[in-house]
């Protein structure tokens, strides 16, 4: 029998440690934290470079005052003022974006963010105590565009952006927004940054932008085509991408069409772009620009034939393109290079389930799912780019759906269309299209391949006298062939 308090047979009695304590001196305590907080100050002024301008013109100016007399230092600021109204008239991107937005961001963290930081993290459930310590996630840096504030935040350990997401309503709530948006930090896994909409630019119609032509021609990756949420202009990639457009009726979805027309302009007149726009609608929407249009397909029924068949013609002969250019660019390049003779095609198909679900004839049917999932698989690489609208995106109405790298969703209906066509999440990251106002058509997130959360955009509105006036400036006359293809008035393409 083992006796009270001795160690149980065959087992071993605990070793004991004795820890040895380790004196620091005050001085080395003192000298550490001094050490510390000069380089976090060094630091900060390295990421904070306006603020040291601005503290090294004050001193300037008050040793002048000192010195001198007030009127140096009355020139001074004359000459700075009148610098930067001139920087703000001859370059105001430039202006807005090294100075109105961090000056703005940091008045802002000194005033709301960085105050009301502590309190916020706690309420919201974002601040962790463990053993009588609480750990707060760092406030990085503010910016702000005067519609958006950008907070960029250190999350703790263990924290994800899906815990943050979650607490985005309530974090919109605290510090006065409209709505909060949680985006991650590219090569920062650490990292995320919440975007609080303080007041939103996309209430009101967009006009349409201006076609931009640089010295090198027209940017097919950067077509300007909506206003983000931020105040700025959002471009669109259409080289080298297949663009899907959801939404449901009256959502805008012609918006985003002559949008992206109006944006495709100059190279259609330059010859660079070929838009074959299939109307299965009667070319009831695209029928005002077809002056604009290499080919115009819109299914005649006085035409004596199946007119699904003309649908299924202007696909395979875009497939056929597609074939040729395979196998001139194969071993020399990844990707096509527009030019005249071999310029960028755009598909436009404006109701896309009326060519995958709702065909009667099964031949024309074949054909059609046939041609199109090829270009949607194969054909962005050599020049030929898909642009499909729909209003359901469910797989049994376009079963090709996630060859799309770019999604554009407007209103839906049912919240279940987010997912179907953003991805499973997006909606909890903010991407609530079925609350988009029936009054705000042209409302859209846009979601890309590679882009972990969506965008909030608005299109431009296109009226007929702005259709009008593009067809009449920049139709191309006369129409440029593709190698391989036949001339055909676009007016008079209603079968193949």
Known sequence: ????????????????LNTAKVHVPLTAVLAAWAGRRFVASGWWLIRHPLAVVAALVFLAMWWVTLTRGPLPALALSSVVT??????????PTSFTTVLACRARGMWLATTCYRYMWQPAMVTTGLAVRVDGTQYV???????????????????????????WAANAPRLAQTFGAIDCRVRSVPNRVQDLALWFLSCDPLTDPVPPFAPQISCDGLDLTALPVAMGEDGQVCQLRLLGAHLLVVGATGAGKGSVIWSLVAALAP?????????????????????????????FVYGDPDGGALYELDFAHVLEDAVFVMRRRQAALRGLTRLHTPT?????????????????????????????????SLLLSQGRAVGVSVVGAVQDPRKDVVSMRDLFPTRILLRVTEPEHVALTLGQGARDRGARADLIDEGAPGVAYIGQD????????????????????LTQRYAPVPPIAVAGTPVVDPVQDVAS
């Open 1 to 16: 029998m083992n006796r009270m308090g001795g160690t149980p047979h065959g087992q071993q009695a605990p070793v004991r």
């Open 82 to 91: 009148v610098v930067l109204l001139a920087w703000r008239r001859l370059h």
């Open 340 to 372: 005249r003779a071999e310029p960028l095609i755009v598909v436009v198909i404006d109701e896309l389930a009326s060519l995958t679900a709702y065909v009667i004839d099964r031949d024309a049917k074949k054909r059609i799912t046939a041609a199109l």
């Open 137 to 163: 996630p760092r406030l990085v840096c503010v910016r702000s565009t005067g519609t958006v504030d950008v907070v960029r935040v250190r999350m703790l350990p263990g924290q994800t952006l899906t815990d």
């Open 450 to 469: 590679g882009m972990a959360e969506p965008i909030r955009v608005r299109f431009t509105h296109v009226t007929d006298s702005h259709i009008a006036a």
């Open 267 to 295: 190279g259609i007149r330059d010859g660079l772009v070929q838009v074959w726009a299939v109307d299965p609608k009667g070319g009831m929407e695209l029928a005002p620009g077809q002056a604009l249009f290499t080919r």
